[in-house]
């Protein structure tokens, strides 16, 4: 006999997903109706509208692929490489790994241009990758790594890749919604992100956008996508802004409905007001953090407002702090990835996470369990330190 | 100024989505929690479980990939299938076509069968064209053709694979948890199924699952799986038995919660009750269509009971009866697809839609627009006819 399941209530601070606030969860749970439903069909538009936004572009192509942040990778690469290409991927952390992979799979080649897992991607690297590969097609890199909390240049990463006539394809999976992020601005041609990071919606979907170039590179393939499911020459015949949808798949309808009011909510704060929410809420933690004896494994300037890794206290078993974390306070913050693993804790502080309350129970929280633990620690320093920092404006 | 997003309440009666109950929608709104945190992926462990008994199978890799049916269908074929293979795949509607693409796509070559659009695939044609094809490696079929109605012999069609040394990829999206359906027993290799037809669960998930030959296949390809999101070689290392759990992406937790649920109600069901409250609600149904003068596009033989293709009343424009049967009813009945286009309704009694109010509300709504419209039908009869077959046990 298997029982309903009933979720603890957790607080939500690692790398993603995060806090989903009720008025989303909610909405998620509205009464299925159909994917093709002209209702439905109406709220799709005002999905487009609303990420357009929040991506801010003008792109017709801006869209929810029906699947994970992967998912929402795979669907740039896949429509944009064919076998043979070359792809210049910049990795300074787990993403662009999986950026190589993609490439790979296509029987495309990936040149590789690496930066210490912590550091922004180097400019100059790629600007050497590019004069040594004239034939690069695209040039792909990730804008927030996840992995570390370092933000990289993507402004001056596009306008590089331009000179050389190439295309850009950008991770903005933890970027969007968190930090400033301007797709028509920056010159972005293709775009990925997630929606359980800033957007504090479920995960499960993968916004993606394609500017008129990207679309063009689409249309004119030479061979057919591989991928049926993530097919945009298709998927745009469900999307796009032909008034008759036609039947592609079954849309993942009430996650769109969660999508819809996560950016509702997003609207109404006003997407420079979050930024500056998360930027406020990130100095805050640091300077709580850096009271502790904490430091920061990024420099300031790369450094990331909602994902926070810092070092562990020597001769502290990190998986043992975020167990209790978990076990007595139901607090999540999340492990090192890749390299990084068993080194460093990521610390989420995005969308609905990102919030005062959060901030103290997380300070609060590690500094009862490692001092418990006999951890060479500040006590007593972080909280006064969080006051201090949030009452700047 | 985009206001939240507020659905009218429908009755779900097209191809799926069904009507997906209360208790499945309370479930999907939990709170969400990590998709590493223990709690998870203990109702993982129960997932898995579950679905092997809606599939009725031991296989190990019985999990749900976590986007729609349609990538249920891609992740078969692309971890199955390798460029410069052949596979037979029998085409009667649309999804037969589907998996055509997928095949081509990944530089295999699809032989088709055909057979007419309402008919079962006939295992005679699969017989010639596997001796005229002795290279061939994998049989793929629909068992419940959404798009027609039609239920195919899965044991018959994977017994003659097997005679051939062939494995099989079998679409059981309409099928799973509606109609028998028995993995094991029948000798299925490999199976895709959706969670918004008979699960009554939110469209969103593809349950699959894959027997050892099949993954053995996996596991010894020449090359990598072309999608990186869907290699089973990977996923396996999130859903795997293995007690340690690497991320691969981040799951759609709250689609999971949903899922989980309406698989705990199937099990406290029963599978052969819900099977047989399919087939008495389909009887009932085709009591009342038939009283009522319309007719059923499959011969009785191998008709689904929770997809019902009916034709159309000579000069009734199908298409404004079913935006009446929306605006005036909030009554969801499916189009045409394909070849059928215009021409059929299809009529889902499908998991929780699976019910005598909702077989009363489409008949009598039917009869109430078709007379107004002064369509040629047989008026009073239907509803009388459904308490007569209701009745009969």
């Not at 393939?221 to 991928?227: E, I, N, Q």
């Not at 993942?252 to 930024?275: D, Q, R, T």
């Not at 953090?289 to 001769?315: C, H, K, S, W, Y």
């Amino acid at each position: 006999m298997t029982n309903s399941f009933n979720p603890s209530v957790r607080t939500l601070m690692g790398p993603g997903p995060s806090d989903v606030p009720p008025r989303i969860l909610s909405a998620l749970a509205r009464p299925t109706i159909g994917h093709l439903d002209p209702e439905f069909v109406k709220m799709m538009d005002e999905v487009k509208g609303l990420l357009q936004y929040a991506f801010q572009t003008k792109n017709e192509l801006t869209i929810p692929v029906s699947a994970p942040g992967s998912a929402g990778m795979e669907c740039c690469f896949v429509n944009l490489v064919e076998a043979g290409d070359k792809v210049i991927v910049c990795q300074n952390g787990v993403f662009g790994g999986r950026m190589k992979e993609n490439v790979e799979r296509l029987g495309a080649t990936a040149i590789m241009v690496e930066d210490e897992w912590g550091q922004a991607v180097d400019t100059s690297k790629v600007a050497q990758a590019l004069k040594n590969n004239p034939d690069t097609k695209i040039v792909a890199f990730v804008h927030a790594e996840t992995s570390t909390g370092a933000s990289s240049d993507v402004k001056a990463l596009c306008d590089l890749a331009h000179q050389h006539g190439c295309i850009t394809i950008v991770d903005a999976v933890t970027s969007l919604g968190g930090s400033e992020l301007k797709v028509d601005e920056w010159g972005i041609d293709a775009i990925y992100s997630g929606t359980q990071k800033c957007l504090s919606c479920v995960p499960g979907l993968s916004p993606v956008s394609f500017n008129d170039k990207a679309v063009e590179i689409v249309k004119n393939r030479k061979t057919k996508v591989t991928s049926w499911f993530l097919d945009l020459n298709l998927v745009m015949g469900y999307w796009g802004a032909n008034a008759k949808r036609a039947y592609h798949h079954t849309a993942p309808v009430n996650a769109l409905y969660a999508l819809h009011e996560s950016l509702v909510i997003l609207k109404n704060e006003g997407l420079e007001n979050s930024w500056k929410r998360h930027k406020h809420n990130h100095l805050a933690l640091r300077a709580g953090l850096e009271a502790m004896g904490l430091e920061f494994v990024v420099t300031e300037n790369d450094r990331l407002p909602q994902l926070n890794a810092v070092t562990i206290p020597e001769g502290v078993d990190e998986a043992v702090v975020r167990a209790r974390l978990l076990n007595e306070y139901n607090l999540e913050i999340g492990a090192g990835l890749g390299s990084l693993a068993g080194k460093v804790w990521r610390i989420g502080l995005m969308g609905h996470s990102s919030r005062g309350e959060n901030i103290l129970l997380c300070l609060s929280a590690l500094e009862a369990i490692l001092s418990d633990m006999g951890a060479n620690i500040n006590v007593g320093a972080a909280i006064p330190a969080v006051q201090k920092a949030l009452n700047q404006s």
